[in-house]
């Protein structure tokens, strides 16, 4: 499976991104998929991922700004970014996992920059 992610960029303090990671395969059955991140010298941390049952999990730092959903139809996952912060600059990273997957499937980072 590949997956394309797309739509970071660079924004002000407090303003909204959309992230979105289409998957070139059926993602109606998964066990997970979602976003991790990764800022300058940090290690790559959970951002938010979703299950087939559709139960998600978010990193601490981002709850109650961040809302990860699904689009089957059209095999695509989103991130929609609300309230960033600065600390939420890194280079987010998509990824997968499928009950037939040995490991997890990876993206190309998409970077995500805020201005103070």
């Known amino acids: 499976v590949q997956l394309q992610a797309s739509g970071g960029g660079l924004v002000q303090a407090g303003g909204s991104l959309r992230l979105s990671c289409a998957a070139s395969?059926?993602?109606?059955?998964?066990?997970?998929m979602g976003w991790y991140r990764q800022g300058p010298g940090k290690q790559r941390d959970l951002v938010a991922v979703?299950?087939?049952?559709?139960?998600?999990n978010y990193g601490d730092s981002v709850k109650g700004r961040f809302t990860i959903s699904r689009d089957n139809a059209k095999n695509t996952v989103y991130l929609q970014m609300n309230s960033l912060k600065p600390e939420d600059t890194a280079v987010y990273y998509c990824m997968i996992n499928r009950p037939q997957d040995r490991y997890d499937y990876w993206g190309q980072g998409t970077q995500v920059t805020v201005s103070s």
């Open positions: 395969e059926s993602i109606v059955s998964i066990n997970r």
């Open positions: 979703i299950t087939s049952s559709g139960r998600t």
